[in-house]
């Protein structure tokens, strides 16, 4: 299975700061279909999971354009330019190119 | 606006089954692959499953983990999707996500606990 690393696993941000959270997959992916399926996840404390970003740097519907994704191959970047109160959660990498999907072990982001 | 909403879940003996539902509303659900991903207590994702649509001819796979022991179907015309999980262990306790991973589509969660 694709394992995904992330780093930092623990976030400490200023509100109003930038942060930056990185996922790095054991292999490529680079799906044989052009399209890299490289997705982030938000989940707030007590909530299900939320996608934020798909093949790398897509934004879906209602994601404040504060977050972004970069990356490409098997390195990737989630960045918010200013932290809000209302970011803080886990943050999840997922891949989809591979079977199984698999998920990046979380970002934990709190308010310093 | 798109809905996934998880039932069934509870408290269950080692070695005993339970049988999970998911109701889709606000999108074209034959359409749809469904997944099921499960969190364990104050741990991260894991993918257990998918039943794929009628194109495929309703392909199931599953996480090794699981393979045997869990069953993934689907009923279109009822919007529903179930989990028939059997031979409980007590490390499925976890709370069980529908979804639609490629769509972005995430349901709310069932929690299902293995403990005698």
């Known amino acids: 299975d694709v394992v995904l690393t992330q780093s930092p696993l623990s976030l400490p941000v200023t509100l109003g700061q930038p942060a930056s959270i990185s996922c790095s997959s054991s292999?490529?992916?680079?799906?044989?279909?052009?399209?890299?399926?490289l997705s982030w996840l938000q989940q707030r404390p007590g909530q299900s999971p939320r996608r934020l970003i798909y093949?790398?740097?897509n934004r879906d519907s209602g994601v404040p354009d504060r977050f972004s994704g970069s990356g490409s191959g098997s390195d990737f970047t989630l960045q918010i330019t200013r932290v809000e109160a209302e970011d803080v959660g886990v943050y999840y990498c997922?891949?989809?190119?591979?079977?199984?999907?698999?998920f990046g072990p979380g970002t934990k982001l709190e308010i310093k | 606006e798109v809905q996934l909403v998880e039932s069934g879940g509870g408290l269950v003996q080692p070695g005993g089954s339970l049988r999970l539902s998911c109701a889709g509303t606000?999108?074209?659900?034959?359409?749809?692959?469904i997944d099921w991903v499960r969190q364990a207590p104050g741990g991260g994702l894991e993918w257990v499953g998918r039943?794929?649509?009628?194109?495929?001819?309703?392909?199931?796979e599953y996480a090794a983990s699981v393979r045997g022991r869990f069953t993934i179907s689907r009923d279109d015309s009822k919007y529903s999707a179930y989990l028939q999980m059997y031979n409980l262990k007590t490390d499925d306790t976890a709370v069980y996500y529908c979804?639609?991973?490629?769509?972005?589509?995430w349901g709310q969660g069932t929690a299902v606990t293995v403990s005698s």
């Open positions: 292999q490529s992916l680079l799906h044989s279909d052009g399209n890299t399926h």
């Open positions: 093949r790398i740097s």
């Open positions: 979804a639609d991973i490629g769509a972005g589509y």
């Open positions: 606000g999108f074209s659900f034959s359409d749809h692959y």
């Open positions: 039943v794929k649509h009628r194109p495929t001819n309703y392909v199931t």
């Open positions: 997922m891949q989809g190119t591979h079977w199984p999907p698999t």
